[in-house]
């Protein structure tokens, strides 16, 4: 039997209720008795040197000794490797042998029992779960989205008959788990909210989760509104882009992940979801993070969004004055006068950014800003243009869209392909070479399926165009 096999939990096929009790194992194995207390780490550093100690980092490696009596007065063993025998000198590294023969340690036999609580989730799967036939599918389940204390799997079907199984072990094995759902795929399910039916897999049906990211609180009822832990990376990459003091219009804002850490950074921003449900669980996630005089919830169709914001923008008058962290002082008369702000930031009347992340459609929205800046009731072009460059410092906003495309090894295929959808659908030509334009890879969600995020400045012509 190999060393990886000896540590390994038995195997059963059979069983379909995980029974935690079956998975024991006895190793035979050897340890150094150590009779003094105060040579205890020594020896363990010594031993770990000549590699006589144990190969795993799972299990304790200082156990108390196997006779009762050495145990009771506190008598201490390292646990050797299995090929060490305890009456087989010429198993020993010259260093244990050193340590025997001076009297520091005596070689004894050791029976290491390991049981469930020793064994990772994938070990006792690979103990329960049959092989495949084909190699790529190999691997037992091991991927989780988490969101707060819910896991979240998407099990193939041939691991169906083990979900519970699958499930169970799983919240075993990381005590943040409490709940584990399957995402179930009838046809049709997916809905323009982006929510998924699901069945409770273990644990209780409690949906309502609290989680952070990037500093934020969001507390959530995860099966009604679209929440993806995975995007934590895209979240944190478009708000590394942001600016303090400048605008973003979040069009598809969800629950906020963008939205929440912008404000956070002093970004004013216009954050808008179709869904009731994210419009309102992102008025709680202002409350709780305290930015609502910089973020703004909407609860429209970001199609019309996309030119409401624009224009309600144009007419907005706002500023947000920061005031030093207030100090109560009685002795100090001074300190009741009204603080002066450490810094005001003016709302400016452009947004700097627009968000859209809805990977599926947001391209098809992108009609939305021809002519965006051509028609406001009241303000002519002429008077909009010069609140931009070169009049101003404020340019035209960047547009970041969400979108799917195929996977290849770099890319130029699919960015060439998304600047095309680009150009249909703003009737104007946006190319791989069109400066300031980025196709970022934002990860893979399929086998041959990728999502991107293309970025570009919206051109003058097309925000000025006469529709
Ligand atoms: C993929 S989720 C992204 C949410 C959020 N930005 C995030 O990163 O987690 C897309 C969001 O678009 C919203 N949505 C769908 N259709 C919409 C529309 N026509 N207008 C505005 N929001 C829409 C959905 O409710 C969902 O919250």
């Not at 060490?84 to 036999?109: A, C, F, M, Y």
């Not at 389940?141 to 169970?168: D, M, W």
């Not at 609502?292 to 030119?307: A, C, L, M, T, Y």
């Not at 800003?369 to 009731?377: N, Q, R």
């Amino acid at each position: 039997m190999s060393a990886s096999d000896m540590f390994a939990p038995p195997v059963n096929r059979a069983m379909k209720v995980l029974d935690r009790s079956f998975f024991q194992r006895t190793i035979p194995t050897s340890a150094a008795r150590i009779f003094s207390q105060k040579d205890i780490s020594r020896c363990r550093l010594e031993l770990e040197k000549s590699k006589d100690i144990i190969g795993t980092n799972r299990a304790l490696l200082i156990r108390s000794d196997p006779d009762q009596e050495r145990a009771g007065a506190g008598g201490k063993c390292v646990l050797l490797r299995p090929e060490v025998i305890h009456n087989d000198p010429t198993t020993w590294s010259p260093k244990l042998r050193d340590l025997e023969q001076d009297g520091t340690v005596g070689v004894i036999p050791y029976q290491l029992h390991l049981d469930y609580n020793y064994f990772s989730y994938t070990e006792i799967m690979n103990a329960i779960i049959t092989q495949s036939e084909t190699p790529e599918q190999h691997e037992v389940p091991t991927g989780f989205a988490l969101a707060g204390h819910v896991a979240h799997v998407n099990l193939r079907e041939r691991y169906l008959p083990y979900k519970h199984l699958i499930a169970t072990v799983l919240a075993d094995k990381n005590p943040q788990v409490r709940t584990v759902i399957n995402k179930v795929d009838y046809v049709g399910t997916e809905n323009e909210f982006r929510t998924f039916q699901y069945e409770v897999l273990h644990g209780p049906d409690d949906m309502e989760v609290t989680l952070k990211e990037q500093d934020c609180t969001f507390a959530f009822d995860f099966a009604k509104v679209y929440w993806n832990s995975r995007l934590h990376t895209e979240h944190e990459r478009l708000c590394g882009i942001f600016k303090e003091g400048e605008v973003v219009c979040d069009v598809m804002a969800g629950i906020g992940p963008f939205a929440i850490p912008a404000g956070k950074k002093k970004c004013f921003v216009y954050a808008n979801d179709l869904n009731p449900e994210s419009y309102k669980y992102l008025n709680v996630a202002i409350r709780m993070n305290k930015v609502g005089d910089f973020v703004r919830p909407f609860n429209e169709d970001g199609h019309e969004f996309i030119k409401t914001a624009a224009v309600e923008l144009l007419r907005a008058e706002h500023e947000v004055a920061i005031y030093p962290k207030k100090k109560t002082s009685r002795s100090n008369p001074k300190a009741r006068s009204p603080p002066r702000p450490l810094k005001t930031f003016v709302q400016p009347k452009i947004m700097s950014h627009y968000v859209m992340n809805l990977p599926a459609s947001a391209i098809t929205f992108l009609p939305s800003f021809i002519g965006l800046y051509s028609s406001v009731p009241g303000m002519p072009s002429s008077e909009i243009r010069k609140l931009l460059a070169p009049h101003t410092e404020q340019k035209l906003p960047m547009i970041h869209v969400h979108c799917f495309s195929t996977k290849s090894e770099d890319d130029v295929a699919e960015t060439k392909e998304i600047c095309e959808e680009i150009s249909r659908q703003l009737q104007y030509e946006i190319t791989p070479d069109t400066p300031e334009l980025q196709v970022w890879d934002v990860r893979d969600v399929a086998p041959k399926k990728r999502m991107f995020c293309a970025s570009f400045r919206l051109p003058e012509e097309v925000a000025f165009r006469e529709v």
